[in-house]
RNA sequence: GCUUCUGUGGUGAAAUGGAUAUCACAACGGUCUUCGGAACCGUUAUUGGGGGUUCGAAUCCCUCCAGGAGCACCA
């Protein structure tokens, strides 16, 4: 079966050529009109038509009307507006849509293409926050419509494990007398109070240099084996968030490794892409739009600029790949700028593959700017708890399991819903609240459409019948059902899943419409096989596009 | 100050340059459930200001106003 776009552009084209109009016509002169009662497609070709002859409008769009040839999937057509070509599909379209499901030839957009995908990097020693949460609810819906998209991917994260804050939580880990069988809350604590401490004495900085030191040179001692423990421990309690939250990954790269490599790399390059300022090894960003920053500070360590310089260069080494994402906030995006600036004139070709992302700033209704530096931005843990309780609360005979899975579902739509680029107002108790545009809307549709199917029984039986069609008038819940596949591209194209969140709210809705009016279960129905099918092809799309979402679906709730 | 992003009902968001700007929350009113009410139906209310391009602008360009982010040894 072709796709209907394409079956209503070749009408087009065949009417245009009928017409003797020479004009280019493709996908881009048809969508869907806003309204579903001015049609299922439309076409503004007689407007670009009259734009470039100079003539009426309307005039074209009749002429271009009157030599369309009938289709059995096209109900009717009308000329509207300023001169739109409106079309109407016909009941024999969507019965044939629910029943030639697996002959649809989708043509996949990133087929053969081999990314690299870098999300959800933590910084080891601190506690994930919900800018992780943002982060690693993009990224791993992105990942997952790359894969959809036909892409061959390789995921990989690289928690930062090196860094002065961590040299700081080593010193007052070491100074409270917490050398070994620490907590994750330890760590948390100790990090605030060596933050404190390092900008209050200058002793202590000195402390914390010398500890930075050893951390990054792996100088043997009590120091590192504090610090050794606790990455170790930071890292199971990152893969451990990161599986209840859908993601595995296929590698590592710390960021120790790259700043050895990164230093190295700036400093063969002094004098062509670097060059020395104060006792620092910088980057004249300035020449070129941006700005000037350090790559190796006074200290001679690598800041986080030669580290994801470093970054590039084994990711290149290390994996094979067409195009290479990054997904990060948008505070870092002149910093990527500036790296990728820099690595151009190291090697334009490597330095072209790859694509910075950032998605938007978490921002928290009613409170100032929240620094996890200082400890008091929410954490994803504290998160997962309040949202469970509120979830205990609604149903107190689900299982633990089911709590947690639909209080992720919430915490990510909340997310997912929002254009990525854009910085989101996170409100607890509107992430929070079950009603409406809600990410448990969602999994509460998918278990009423699920409970029907189990109820229908001997359905499996009946739904291999080819002859149903439906005999009243075909509603707008089929009159989106169909539009999944362009959602996931407008995704792919933006690089934002909203457009499948969105959609599936929007479709969920149709089908409680569409509960409420009809009664599916009734034999009697002359549509009851259409009905039931129709259902199901929901409940499947709905399915799919929550695990775009990497959303787990629950059983009930 | 320079660079950059964002301004859409009371609030939070959506809208490949298309038609009457969509959705949710809040407010107000209704359905009274028996296929799962975490639901459905209805009412009120919106594109920061000013120019420009276009048959057509929330969207593109200019300008002003407001807010966020980045701008040298944190990541």
């Known amino acids: 079966m072709k796709k209907i776009e394409n079956i209503i552009l070749d009408l087009l084209k065949n009417?245009?050529?009928?017409?003797?109009?020479?004009?280019e016509i493709d996908l881009e002169n048809l969508e869907h009109p806003k309204n579903l009662e001015m049609g299922d497609f439309s076409s503004n070709i007689a407007m670009v038509l009259a734009k470039e002859s100079g003539?009426?409008?309307r005039e074209f769009a009749e002429q271009i009307h009157a030599k369309i040839k009938p289709h059995i999937y096209i109900k009717k057509i009308e000329t509207a507006g300023a001169g739109f070509l409106n079309f109407f599909l016909s009941n024999k379209f969507f019965s044939d849509f629910l029943k030639n499901e697996k002959n649809l030839k989708i043509q996949k957009k990133l087929s053969g293409e081999k990314i690299l995908l870098e999300h959800s990097s933590p910084n080891l020693f601190k506690p994930l926050h919900v800018g992780h949460l943002v982060n690693n609810s993009i990224g791993e819906s992105l990942g997952r419509v790359f894969s959809y998209s036909g892409a061959d991917l390789t995921q990989v994260s690289f928690p930062s494990d090196v860094s002065p804050g961590i040299a700081k939580t080593v010193w007052a880990l070491k100074k409270e007398g917490k050398n070994k069988n620490f907590s994750l809350s330890d760590i948390a604590e100790a990090y605030v109070y060596g933050t404190k401490k390092y900008q209050e004495d200058e002793n202590i900085k000195k402390e914390v240099r010398q500890i930075n030191k050893e951390i990054y040179e792996k100088t043997e001692g009590e120091n590192l084996k504090i610090y050794e423990y606790g990455k170790n421990l930071s890292l199971e309690h990152f893969k451990e968030i990161t599986s209840k939250l859908g993601s595995s990954f296929d590698g590592f790269i710390f960021e120790s490794e790259s700043e050895e490599l990164g230093k190295k790399l700036v400093k063969e390059n002094i004098g062509k892409i670097f060059k020395g300022s104060d006792g620092a090894i910088i980057f004249e960003g300035s020449k070129f739009g941006l700005f000037d920053n350090v790559f190796i500070n006074s200290d001679d360590f690598g800041t986080y600029l030669a580290k994801d310089f470093g970054l590039i260069n084994i990711k290149n080494e290390?994996?094979?790949?067409?195009?290479?994402?990054?997904?990060?906030?948008?505070?870092?995006?002149?910093?990527?700028?500036?790296?990728?600036k820099s690595y151009e004139i190291f090697d334009k070709k490597v330095s072209d593959k790859f694509i910075f992302l950032s998605h938007g700033r978490m921002s928290f209704s009613g409170q100032e700017k929240i620094s996890s530096r200082y400890g008091n931005v929410p954490l994803v843990f504290d998160l997962l708890e309040k949202s469970s309780e509120k979830v205990k609360e609604k149903n107190p005979e689900l299982s633990d399991e089911e709590v947690e899975k639909i209080s992720i579902a919430c915490l990510k739509y909340a997310i997912l819903k929002v254009s990525s680029g854009k910085n989101i107002v996170f409100d607890f108790e509107k992430a929070l609240d079950f009603s409406g545009d809600s990410g448990a809307y969602l999994l509460y549709s998918l278990v009423r459409a699920k409970s029907i199917l189990k109820k229908a029984g001997d359905f499996e039986k009946n739904s291999q019948v080819s002859d149903f069609e439906k005999n009243s008038q075909v509603s707008d819940f089929e009159k989106i059902l169909y539009r999944f596949e362009e959602q996931v591209e407008k995704s792919l194209r933006d690089f934002s899943p909203h457009h499948i969140a969105n959609y599936l709210y929007d479709l969920a809705q149709e089908f409680s419409s569409f509960y409420e009016k009809t009664k599916i279960l009734d034999s009697e129905n002359s549509d009851y096989l259409y009905n039931l099918k129709l259902v199901e092809k929901f409940s499947k799309t709905l399915e799919k596009g929550l695990e775009l979402l990497a959303i787990e679906k629950v059983e009930k709730m």
């Open 15 to 23: 009417s245009l050529k009928e017409n003797n109009f020479q004009i």
């Open 55 to 57: 003539k009426n409008l």
């Open 318 to 340: 290390k994996y094979n790949f067409d195009k290479s994402f990054t997904i990060a906030d948008v505070e870092q995006k002149d910093h990527f700028k500036l790296v990728k």
